[in-house]
C-alpha cells in the first residue's frame, strides 16, 4: 500500500506560519500533479493549492498571497508553506497525489489516487 508521510501541523495563534511537508514514493511522485485539501470540522473537503507536472500552480481564492506550494524533486517531498493564518485555516490538510502527469491543476478530490493520513492545524484568536 502506496504510504504518504506528512508531518508540520500544530497549533499556532492568527498571524503565525506553518510549513507542511509530505513525502511520498519516488514512483508515484515522479512527474505526478499533487495537491493539498482541508476538512475542516462539518465542513466538505477542499482543495487548497496543488501542482500540476509543469510546475504550474493553482490556489483557492481563500488561501491566495498567504500560502505557496513547492515541491522538491530531489527529495520527493511536496511542501505548503502557509502564512498570516487565519482562525478558518483550522482544518486537517491531506497531501494528494495524482499518480500521472496532468496539466493544469485540479481541486476534484477524486482525480487523486493516493492520500496522506492528515495532519491537523489549528489557529486561534
Known amino acids: 500500500q502506496v504510504q504518504l508521510v506528512e508531518s508540520g501541523g500544530g497549533s499556532v495563534q492568527a498571524g503565525g506560519h506553518l510549513r507542511l511537508s509530505c513525502i511520498a514514493p519516488?514512483?508515484?511522485?515522479?512527474?505526478?500533479?499533487m495537491a493539498w485539501f482541508r476538512q475542516g470540522s462539518g465542513k466538505k473537503r477542499e482543495g487548497v493549492a496543488g501542482?500540476?507536472?509543469?510546475?504550474?500552480?493553482r490556489y483557492a481564492d481563500s488561501v491566495k498571497d498567504r500560502f505557496t506550494i513547492t515541491r522538491d524533486n530531489a527529495k520527493n517531498t511536496l511542501y505548503l508553506q502557509m502564512n498570516s493564518l487565519k482562525p478558518e485555516d483550522t482544518a486537517m490538510y491531506y497531501c494528494?497525489?495524482?499518480?500521472?502527469?496532468?496539466?493544469?491543476?485540479?481541486?476534484?478530490?477524486?482525480?487523486?489516487?493516493?492520500w496522506g493520513q492528515g495532519t491537523q492545524v489549528t489557529v486561534s484568536e
Open positions: 494528494a497525489v495524482m499518480g500521472t502527469s496532468c496539466t493544469g491543476v485540479t481541486f476534484t478530490w477524486d482525480a487523486y489516487r493516493y
Open positions: 519516488g514512483d508515484i511522485y515522479k512527474g505526478s500533479c
Open positions: 501542482i500540476d507536472s509543469y510546475g504550474v500552480t
